[in-house]
């Protein structure tokens, strides 16, 4: 082991929107009644957030956000992960805090004000599996790279960069802060997010990928979006030009990991039954990430990512219900 290894002892450190997810089954027509549109992120201020919440009925709230899923997905995996992300001093804040702390992921970031509620989530599943989100941001808004734990980042394998939250000037500039104290044995992952997200910021997520990102994750949508292209060959073609590693899922057609040396494409395995798509491309992240980090080639990496989106994909909710290092176990 080297001197540096040594010093890497967290494979991911996530950084994201801190949010509570509450979950809830809806109709299409219910989507079309409150305006949402269908699988994207629609960001809700605080008044129109509380009225979402009060038209649901039964649901399930965990806490969550993209990034914190994705570490939650890892330490299933029997990985360790820190986390970035700002909650309030108030109730969701602790809980959000303490769900960190029994599954043992470092998360330092100082709290907000109890003032500056702690953001939510409203996720809206429709029958077919697609979720709908309302996002609150509330505390996670205010994010600055006085919060970033440079001491947490440099001990991180792996820095995993959540593209939502973009969106915020302050929090644009803590996520390059946070990229400029990784290790030089240590890489920087970026997730695109959402179609919606690309479509807002594509020049400057660009420009984040040339300096500093050497993992990419997108979907086929958000890829083709990126690079302004309807071929998916050209786009992953251009992704191959532009970054070592892309990752970039395709639903039923399985996967693709992109390097300068070639594709590797992972097949998806037939799901009985999707319940609910919140989270998928989170914990597959979480189990390409978790496979980089321990040293795999990328035919396991992107195993374990679809066995921990298939997991995920078949219940309610973006974390998991099984062990996915007892469902790794059985990978050949």
């Not at 992704?239 to 039923?252: D, R």
């Amino acid at each position: 082991m080297t001197a540096s290894q040594s010093r890497l002892d967290i494979d991911v450190v996530g950084f994201g929107n801190a949010l509570v997810d509450v979950l809830s089954h809806q109709e299409e027509t219910f989507l079309q009644r409150i305006g949402a549109t269908k699988g994207a992120m629609n960001l809700v201020d605080a008044a129109r957030s509380g009225e979402l919440y009060e038209l649901v009925g039964e649901r399930v709230t965990a806490s969550g956000g993209s990034a914190a899923n994705t570490v939650i997905g890892i330490s299933s995996l029997g990985g360790t992960s820190g986390y970035i992300g700002r909650v309030s001093n108030d109730e969701l804040g602790d809980i959000f805090s303490a769900d960190m702390q029994h599954l043992g992921i470092t998360h330092t970031t100082p709290r907000a004000p109890s003032d500056d509620p702690t953001g939510r989530c409203i996720v809206f599943i429709t029958p077919d599996g697609e979720r709908t989100l309302n996002t609150f941001l509330g505390a996670s808004n205010g994010l600055r790279p006085s919060d970033v734990d440079l001491d947490l980042v440099a001990r991180a394998k792996l820095l995993f960069l959540e593209g939502y939250l973009w969106d915020l000037p302050e929090a644009k500039a803590a996520m390059r802060h946070a990229a400029s104290g990784v290790d030089p044995e240590g890489r920087v992952a970026l997730t695109l997010s959402d179609q919606f997200c690309v479509e807002r910021h594509r020049e400057s997520f660009l420009d984040l990928i040339n300096d500093h990102v050497d993992v990419l994750f997108a979907n086929h949508h958000e890829v083709m979006s990126l690079f302004e292209v309807n071929d998916l060959d050209r786009a992953l073609e251009m992704a191959q030009e532009l970054v070592g590693l892309s990752a970039v899922t395709m639903g039923p057609d399985g996967s693709v990991l992109i390097t300068p040396d070639g594709f590797t494409r992972i097949a998806a395995d037939p799901v009985a039954r999707i319940v609910d798509k919140t989270g998928a491309g989170d914990l597959y992240a979480a189990g390409v990430l978790y496979g980089l980090a321990c040293g795999y080639d990328l035919q396991r990496c992107g195993q374990l990512g679809s066995l921990a989106a298939e997991e995920v994909i078949g219940h309610v909710g973006p974390r998991p219900k099984t062990s996915l290092r007892d469902l790794a176990g059985a990978l050949a």
